[in-house]
């Protein structure tokens, strides 16, 4: 009697549950809305047990999605309605596929991302990328866009950017490469948003060359721009009057501009004396230009990369003035215009120089002792393709840099008495990177770490094929030295709303929010076989 009541029971309330399910189904046909409230009621009844994910507010639901990755945000929508709705409203960054056939699917997408703050568009050079239409049509339903990244949607015009500018007034960061509209679209978005602080522009096809060109900036814009980075530009000087306007301008990059800048860089200090971090890579520059860089007193970083009229004299003028320099770069691609004199001048003035690369540069002991003398807080060193780098050179660093923590030696007649030499040296030191260095062995490499029980010894002999050995620049030599903690991540391929925490903030908040999804799994679980039991 009991078995046969309890079983009627059981059937009674799994015919309600399905029926409930049938009509959540029929309603989802007219009104997700009344689906969504359907299949929660669902959830709550089913077998009279509490569901705890239901009971999280949207705002702890959107949390936990944000601390996933893509594919897992991706699959969490599919779970019900609710999820569908509070992942795509709590998805700030977006990454679309800008070919042609993404016009007729904008509504839709933005309907569901509606909060999208930063978007990136990115089409293949073999496909049709989407035209103004399409762009104008994101605009309207993206105003509060604060970052817009497009790479190669060569069907974009000037109209088109223009009136994009119109619409998202908000924006914060652009950034483009391989497109095809011109001056007067970059021009359309410098006079509409006022907020603009970085800009990087790459490979603008529709900039007219010659003294044709039309002037670029200031706009607007210029008032609170922090950030212009150029690359690989025809008539990248098109943007002096831009630059030259940039008054609050700290950090400016020039990569493969041609044109002479050494007659417009007196014109940019002149108007622009903030700047801390200057970039030049294989660009017509001199002496003349480093002079009148000298007069940025609160520089900090600069690179000269393949840049072969910049000499000791400049670089002095540089470090004379310059007395707050942290970080220096210089690849001098062989050239041999620079050398003791110029990194004497740096060790004299440059007290606070915290990380120095040199590639193709010949600095003898004399140099080298005295930078590792009088700059006391040197943590970063990178000695590449030196030809004057020897044991004795290694030996002088080793008993002077105390400060030092990361070394790195490329292509440079050094042995392993070198290695011997750090055993005892450079008492911070927790990395040595050795590559190409054919004097030294994988014995000296193992001694090193066996006398060192806490250095990382990284010894790469170059007897394989090594596709880092071009001449691109100072990347290609391998010694970028990240900073311990990153103070931003950059944006995934697809669509994910990180808004630039720090890496370890990101790994606490996955874990976080994946041990809570996992904790309440295994009570829902643990619930549902107690009840059964």
């Not at 007196?266 to 294989?282: A, F, K, Q, S, Y």
């Not at 910049?310 to 470090?319: E, R």
Request: aromatic share 4%; proline share 3%.
């Amino acid at each position: 009697m009991g078995q046969s009541a309890s079983t009627a029971k059981l059937t009674s309330r799994r015919d309600c549950y399905h029926s409930q399910r049938s009509k959540s189904k029929s309603t989802a046909l007219i009104c997700p809305m009344q689906a969504e409230e359907a299949e929660d009621l669902d959830r709550r009844s089913i077998d009279g047990l509490s569901d705890f994910i239901s009971d999280l507010p949207d705002e702890c639901l959107a949390c936990i999605f944000q601390s996933l990755s893509p594919g897992d945000r991706k699959r969490c929508s599919l779970v019900c309605w609710r999820w569908l709705r509070i992942e795509g409203q709590s998805r700030h960054r977006l990454s679309l596929n800008a070919q042609s056939d993404l016009h007729p699917l904008i509504p839709s997408i933005f309907s569901r991302f509606d909060a999208v703050t930063k978007l990136a568009l990115k089409c293949d050079r073999r496909s049709v990328s989407i035209g103004d239409d399409a762009l104008v049509l994101i605009s309207e339903r993206c105003r509060n866009l604060t970052r817009l990244k497009l790479r190669t949607c060569r069907n974009l015009t000037d109209a088109g950017m223009a009136a994009f500018a119109k619409n998202c007034r908000g924006l914060k960061k652009l950034s483009c490469g391989s497109c095809t509209f011109g001056a007067k679209g970059m021009n359309a978005v410098l006079d509409n948003c006022p907020a603009l602080e970085e800009l990087s522009v790459k490979r603008l096809r529709g900039i007219v060359e010659g003294a044709a060109a039309e002037p670029i900036g200031p706009g607007v814009s210029a008032a609170a721009l922090k950030t212009i980075c150029l690359k690989e530009l025809y008539n990248g000087q098109c943007f002096g009057p831009l630059i030259i306007g940039a008054k609050n301008l700290k950090s400016l990059k020039l990569f493969r501009c041609s044109g002479d800048w050494d007659k417009l860089f007196p014109l940019i200090v002149d108007h622009v004396t903030g700047m801390v971090e200057i970039h030049m890579e294989r660009i017509q520059v001199s002496d003349v230009g480093l002079v009148a860089i000298s007069n940025c007193l609160n520089l900090e970083i600069l690179h000269l990369v393949k840049t072969p009229e910049c000499t000791n004299v400049g670089l002095a003028a540089v470090a004379d003035k310059c007395k707050l320099l942290r970080k220096l770069h210089i690849d001098g691609c062989k050239a041999n215009r620079i050398g003791d004199e110029g990194l004497n001048a740096v060790a004299k003035s440059c007290p606070n120089l915290q990380e120095l690369v040199l590639i193709g540069v010949n600095p003898t002991k004399l140099s080298l002792e005295m930078l590792a003398t009088n700059c006391q807080n040197l943590e970063r060193l990178a000695l590449c393709g030196s030809d004057t780098v020897g044991d004795a050179e290694i030996s002088c660093i080793a008993v002077k840099c105390i400060a030092l923590k990361k070394l790195c030696i490329k292509s440079c007649p050094v042995s392993d008495h070198g290695m011997e030499a750090l055993a005892s040296g450079c008492p911070n030191l927790v990395k040595v990177k050795v590559k190409k260095c054919r004097g030294v062995t994988s014995e000296g490499a193992d001694w090193l770490r066996a006398n060192r029980g806490s250095l990382a010894v990284n010894l790469d002999t170059g007897e394989h094929l090594d596709a880092s050995a071009s001449d691109g620049g100072a990347q290609d030599n391998g010694v970028e030295f990240p900073p311990v903690m990153s103070a931003q991540m950059g944006a995934p391929s697809i669509a994910s709303s990180s808004t630039g925490r720090s890496t370890s903030f990101k790994l606490l908040g996955l874990l976080s929010g994946r041990s809570l999804v996992a904790c309440t799994l295994r009570r829902l679980a643990s619930s549902n076989g107690s009840s059964r039991s």
